[in-house]
C-alpha cells in the first residue's frame, strides 16, 4: 500500500488540496483527508512536497521509438532493446502510456529509412506486442499510421488488427498540395531540407506523388469499419478543410490529429470530433511546417489532446507553458495529456484519472525555484516505477 501526500490532486472535476491519494495493489483505493494519512502507518509514504500528484500522461501520438530504434537513417538496433531503452526515457517525462506511432508507407520519400520498410515495421509492430507478457515499465500500445497508397499492405493491417496488435488507427495522405503539404513550397524546402535535390528534382518527386494510386474511400470505409468492430479508434491525420471532415467522420473517425487551420479544428469540433495537436509545436510557438499554432487553438477551445508527436518532454513542459503563458486553465491542460485522451482510445474506464477502482498510474510533479517542473515520483499499475531526487551540490 502507498499513501502519496502533500500535494495538489489532479483529480477530474478540479485540482484538490488537502487530501492524499491511497493506492492498494495495483489501484486507486480512495482519496482521503491529509490528516487520516496516520490510519495507515504501515504504508509507503510518498511526500509531494506540495508539488502536483498528476494520472500518469498517456501519449497517443508519438515516433519517438523510431529515433531510438533507427538512430542513423541505416543504423537499426535490437527493437526489443530499443522498447525497452525508450520506454526508461519516456517513464522519465510522465508519460505511463505510449501509443508507439509506427508509419506504414509505401515509400518514404523523405529520408527512405530502413526502419520503415514494410518487414522492420512488421517486427516492431510484434515486439511491441511482445511486451504485454515480458517485464515492462510502462504500458506500450501501437498507433497504426496507415499512408493511404500502401496499397499493397492493407491485408497485413488486417490481419494485424485481428491479431490485437493496433490499438489506434490513423489513415494518413501525404500527397503534395493537400494537408500537411498544401503549400508546395513548404514541402520542396522539406524534401531539400533532407537530401539534397534539385528543384526539378523536387517538381519530379511532386508529379509522381501526385499521379500515385490511393485507396477509394469505399476501400478506407472497410479497413475504418474492421477497425471498430474491434473497438479500435479511428484517426484522420492533417486535416484541412471542413469537407474532409464530414467525409471522414461519416465511416465513424473520432479523433481529429493536427488539423491544419483553426477553422479545420473549428469544424472538427462542431462534429464532435477530439481534436490532438503537438506539444512541441506550444513550445516551438507555432508549427514546424507553417501550419496551425496549438497554442492558438487550445486558447480557444479547439484542441482536446495534446500529444509528444517526436519529442517526449514536451508533454509536461506544455502544460504549464500553456498555462502560465497564456492564461489557460491549468486543470483543463493536464486533461489534455491525461484524461481526453484515455477517451479518445476508450481507455478512460481503467486509466486517465485519479478516481477510486482505476489503475494506479500516477506521476509526482514538483517545480523548481525557477519555475522547471521536476517528476519526482511515477506509478505504474501501483508500481513505484521512479524516484528522482534533485540536488545542490
Known amino acids: 500500500m502507498y499513501v502519496i501526500h502533500n500535494g495538489k490532486i489532479i483529480t477530474e472535476e478540479a485540482i484538490v488540496e488537502g487530501c492524499a491519494v491511497i493506492v492498494e495493489g495495483e489501484r486507486i483505493k480512495m482519496m482521503v483527508p491529509e490528516e487520516s494519512i496516520?490510519?495507515?502507518?504501515?504504508?509507503?509514504?510518498?511526500?509531494?512536497?506540495?508539488?502536483?500528484?498528476?494520472?500518469?500522461?498517456?501519449?497517443?501520438?508519438?515516433?519517438?521509438?523510431?529515433?531510438?530504434?533507427?538512430?542513423?537513417?541505416?543504423?537499426?538496433?535490437?527493437?526489443?532493446?530499443?522498447?525497452?531503452?525508450?520506454?526508461?526515457?519516456?517513464?522519465?517525462?510522465?508519460?505511463?502510456?505510449?501509443?508507439?506511432?509506427?508509419?506504414?508507407?509505401?515509400?518514404?520519400?523523405?529520408?527512405?529509412?530502413?526502419?520503415?520498410?514494410?518487414?522492420?515495421?512488421?517486427?516492431?509492430?510484434?515486439?511491441?506486442?511482445?511486451?504485454?507478457?515480458?517485464?515492462?515499465?510502462?504500458?506500450?500500445?501501437?498507433?497504426?499510421?496507415?499512408?493511404?497508397d500502401n496499397l499493397s499492405e492493407v491485408d497485413r493491417l488486417i490481419q494485424n488488427m485481428e491479431e490485437n496488435k493496433v490499438h489506434l488507427l490513423s489513415f494518413m495522405d501525404h500527397t503534395p498540395g493537400q494537408g500537411q503539404?498544401?503549400?508546395?513550397?513548404?514541402?520542396?524546402?522539406?524534401?531539400?531540407?533532407?537530401?539534397?535535390?534539385?528543384?526539378?528534382?523536387?517538381?519530379?518527386?511532386?508529379?509522381?506523388?501526385?499521379?500515385?494510386?490511393?485507396?477509394?474511400?469505399?476501400?478506407?470505409?472497410?479497413?475504418?469499419?474492421?477497425?471498430?468492430?474491434?473497438?479500435?479508434?479511428?484517426?484522420?491525420?492533417?486535416?484541412d478543410h471542413s469537407e474532409k471532415l464530414d467525409l471522414v467522420s461519416s465511416f465513424g473517425t473520432t479523433i481529429s490529429e493536427f488539423p491544419i487551420t483553426l477553422e479545420v479544428a473549428k469544424h472538427a469540433k462542431e462534429l464532435g470530433l477530439q481534436t490532438l495537436a503537438g506539444a512541441p509545436n506550444v513550445m516551438l510557438g507555432g508549427s514546424h511546417s507553417g501550419n496551425l499554432s496549438a497554442a492558438e487553438a487550445v486558447s480557444t477551445g479547439c484542441i482536446d489532446i495534446l500529444c509528444s508527436d517526436y519529442y517526449p518532454a514536451a508533454l509536461l513542459h506544455a502544460i504549464f507553458e500553456l498555462s502560465e503563458g497564456y492564461g489557460n486553465d491549468l486543470h483543463d491542460m493536464?486533461?489534455?495529456?491525461?484524461?481526453?485522451?484515455?477517451?479518445?482510445?476508450?481507455?478512460?474506464?481503467?486509466?486517465?484519472?485519479?478516481?477510486?477502482?482505476?489503475?494506479?498510474?500516477?506521476?509526482?510533479?514538483?517545480?523548481?525555484?525557477?519555475?522547471?517542473?521536476?517528476?519526482?515520483?511515477?506509478?505504474?499499475?501501483?508500481?513505484?516505477?521512479?524516484?528522482?531526487?534533485?540536488?545542490?551540490?
Not at 518527386?205 to 472497410?222: F, G, H, P, S, V
Not at 481507455?347 to 478516481?355: K, N, T, V
Open 181 to 239: 503539404y498544401r503549400d508546395l513550397e513548404v514541402y520542396r524546402q522539406t524534401l531539400q531540407g533532407y537530401q539534397d535535390l534539385s528543384d526539378d528534382d523536387v517538381q519530379t518527386i511532386i508529379l509522381d506523388r501526385q499521379r500515385t494510386e490511393c485507396l477509394t474511400i469505399e476501400q478506407i470505409k472497410e479497413i475504418a469499419a474492421c477497425a471498430i468492430s474491434k473497438g479500435i479508434a479511428v484517426a484522420s491525420h492533417d486535416d
Open 334 to 393: 493536464f486533461m489534455k495529456v491525461t484524461l481526453n485522451p484515455a477517451k479518445a482510445v476508450r481507455m478512460d474506464d481503467e486509466i486517465g484519472s485519479i478516481r477510486s477502482g482505476k489503475k494506479a498510474d500516477i506521476v509526482v510533479i514538483e517545480r523548481m525555484d525557477d519555475g522547471y517542473p521536476m517528476l519526482t515520483a511515477t506509478m505504474v499499475n501501483g508500481s513505484l516505477i521512479t524516484t528522482t531526487n534533485y540536488r545542490t551540490n
Open 38 to 148: 496516520r490510519d495507515y502507518p504501515h504504508a509507503h509514504k510518498i511526500d509531494a512536497n506540495g508539488g502536483f500528484i498528476s494520472p500518469g500522461f498517456i501519449d497517443i501520438h508519438s515516433d519517438y521509438i523510431e529515433t531510438v530504434a533507427s538512430p542513423r537513417p541505416t543504423s537499426m538496433m535490437d527493437f526489443h532493446i530499443s522498447l525497452r531503452e525508450a520506454e526508461k526515457i519516456l517513464i522519465s517525462h510522465g508519460i505511463t502510456t505510449m501509443f508507439h506511432s509506427l508509419s506504414f508507407y509505401r515509400e518514404d520519400v523523405f529520408t527512405h529509412k530502413p526502419l520503415r520498410y514494410p518487414e522492420n515495421v512488421q517486427r516492431l509492430v510484434d515486439a511491441i506486442a511482445a511486451t504485454h507478457n515480458e517485464l515492462h515499465l510502462i504500458r506500450h500500445r501501437m498507433h497504426a499510421r496507415f499512408e493511404i
